[in-house]
């Protein structure tokens, strides 16, 4: 089964920073991932699908990159309401893996 | 508006059975596959279970094969998840999510305690 791996585990970035996290598939996924936004007892909110695809009222300060194997989530101008658990997914075929995750917090 | 309902979640004993619900509005539910996930405290999340929208085809992760069963019913707009031996590492707090991941319910604990 197809491994995903997310760095790094947690980062502290100031409010206005730019920030980019790292998603790496153990095989090649194409562009079948998804990234996704979760807050303290929150469900999940889908941010990018297909890999670059920005979800329906997600602000475009949230950018996704990548195919194959190696994928980035980059917030511009980070602001205070960024500050969640990320995690990347692969999605098209099953299993649907989820990365472990990247937490973000704000200085 | 697409609503995702979660229920029947609780505190069993390791080895008991459970059932979850999850009814679904706002969108054609038999149109659509169903995915389960879960997410132990503290913990990220895991992918369990997807059904295609016509129950044609269904995929397990491998911590629950053999022991959980997703199925569902269109007539009802329901989808369920079976899970039998239940283990203590079965703690979580359980999603169902439409296909794409879109929308997502808001969960209903599951805790497996003597």
């Known amino acids: 089964n197809i491994v995903m791996t997310q760095s790094p585990k947690s980062m502290s970035i100031s409010v206005g920073d730019r920030v980019t996290m790292n998603c790496k598939a153990s095989?090649?996924?194409?562009?079948?991932i998804a990234w996704y936004q979760q807050k303290p007892g929150q469900s999940p909110k889908l941010l990018i699908y297909?890999?670059?695809n920005r979800y329906t009222g997600v602000p475009d300060r949230f950018t996704g990159g990548g195919y194959g194997t190696d994928f980035t989530l980059t917030i511009n101008s980070v602001q205070a309401e960024d500050a969640a658990f990320y995690y990347c997914?692969?999605?098209?075929?099953?299993?649907?893996?989820f990365g472990a995750g990247t937490k973000l917090e704000l200085k | 508006e697409v609503q995702l309902v979660e229920s029947g979640g609780g505190l069993v004993k390791p080895g008991s059975s459970l059932k979850l619900s999850c009814v679904a509005s706002?969108?054609?539910?038999?149109?659509?596959?169903m995915h389960w996930i879960r997410q132990a405290p503290k913990k990220g999340l895991e992918w369990i279970a997807l059904?295609?929208?016509?129950?044609?085809?269904?995929y397990y992760a491998d911590s629950v094969k053999g022991r959980f069963t997703i199925s569902r019913d269109n007539s009802k707009n329901t989808l369920y998840l079976e899970m039998n031996s239940l283990r203590s590492e079965d703690t979580a707090m359980y999603y169902c999510?439409?296909?794409?991941?879109?929308?997502w319910g808001q969960g209903v604990m599951v805790t497996v305690s003597s």
């Open positions: 999510a439409k296909l794409e991941f879109d929308y």
């Open positions: 095989q090649n996924v194409g562009n079948n």
């Open positions: 997914q692969r999605i098209y075929n099953s299993p649907n893996t």
């Open positions: 059904i295609y929208y016509d129950s044609s085809n269904k």
């Open positions: 297909y890999a670059s």
């Open positions: 706002g969108f054609t539910f038999s149109s659509y596959g």
